[in-house]
């Protein structure tokens, strides 16, 4: 294969890859995106509303849906690898240019299924997240009406969701094991897709209500809140003082230094030992 056809290769990759982005958040500005989005944010409320520290990021392809809530963490975080009002931090999810153990909690939107490696992402997510610090995972289950039917959308050689790889709740469970982060609980929203209008909705969404209150394992979207328990990286010393004064990209006043004390000087003797006029040594 020659170097044109490998870069021509690439960009139909990564044009297919931007389609299924736009669908994906055209898909949130729509209706169900709408309700579904509705059901993710009652779901966070209470795990943000008990959050604390100094960094929150939110790390995703969804641009215009931020899901910070009312956490009271005053400096957030927005990250995606495409440019919008609402990013703040312009990166890839597998080179997140943050300091090592500097993120108390991170909201991982649908990060994991539309990239080439799942496992470097998550990864990057450790490296960046403080000993102790919330891990709040979000994702289309598989194993659900809206996973059949996105499945079913692979099908077609010429469609862009082939490349789509999407990551079960169990499997991500284990990668946050192996990597220190423990799953404290889980939650299956988007059961039953609400359709039609009147007396036939409203009794579609009280049934999917219902499901989700019960965490019926078989939710459109998983979401699963860990915490990472290992602890914080070694760093030489060389490391430390470079580094002391901020954070990549995340600014942190240097500590003033306190004055030291004057020591109390003792005062010296001159050295001549006093005589009386006889010539004997005075004590």
């Known amino acids: 294969m020659g170097r044109g056809s490998a870069i021509g290769q690439a960009r139909q990759v990564s044009d297919q890859f931007n389609d299924i982005l736009t669908e994906l958040e055209s898909w949130y500005d729509s209706d169900r995106g709408q309700y579904m989005l509705g059901q993710l944010r009652a779901s966070l409320r209470p795990h943000l509303e008990n959050a604390f520290g100094y960094h929150i990021l939110q790390l995703g392809p969804v641009r215009e849906h931020a899901l910070f809530g009312d956490c009271r963490i005053h400096h957030r975080i927005h990250a995606s690898n495409r440019p919008a009002n609402n990013i703040g931090l312009l990166c890839e999810s597998g080179e997140i240019p943050l300091e090592s153990d500097s993120v108390d909690v991170v909201i991982g939107h649908h990060c994991l299924e539309f990239v080439d490696n799942p496992h470097q992402v998550l990864r990057e997510i450790q490296r960046v997240l403080t000993p102790q610090g919330q891990l709040l995972m979000v994702g289309f289950n598989p194993f659900s009406l809206r996973g059949l039917l996105t499945a079913s959308r692979g099908l077609s050689r010429r469609s862009a969701w082939r490349q789509y790889e999407p990551v079960s709740a169990r499997r991500l469970t284990d990668w946050m094991h192996l990597l220190g982060c423990e799953l404290q609980d889980s939650h299956y929203l988007y059961a039953l897709p609400p359709f039609g209008g009147g007396r036939l909705r409203r009794g579609m969404e009280s049934i999917d209500i219902w499901l989700g209150q019960h965490n019926v394992p078989l939710g ?16 030489p010393r060389s490391l430390l003082r470079r580094h002391g004064e901020k954070l990549i990209d995340l600014a942190v006043p240097k500590p003033a230094v306190a004055p030291s004390p004057t020591p109390n000087v003792p005062s010296r003797s001159t050295g001549k030992v006093a005589r009386n006029p006889s010539g004997d040594v005075l004590h």
Do not use: D
């Open 220 to 235: 459109g979207v998983y979401l699963l809140h860990a915490v990472k328990t290992v602890v914080a990286q070694n760093r």
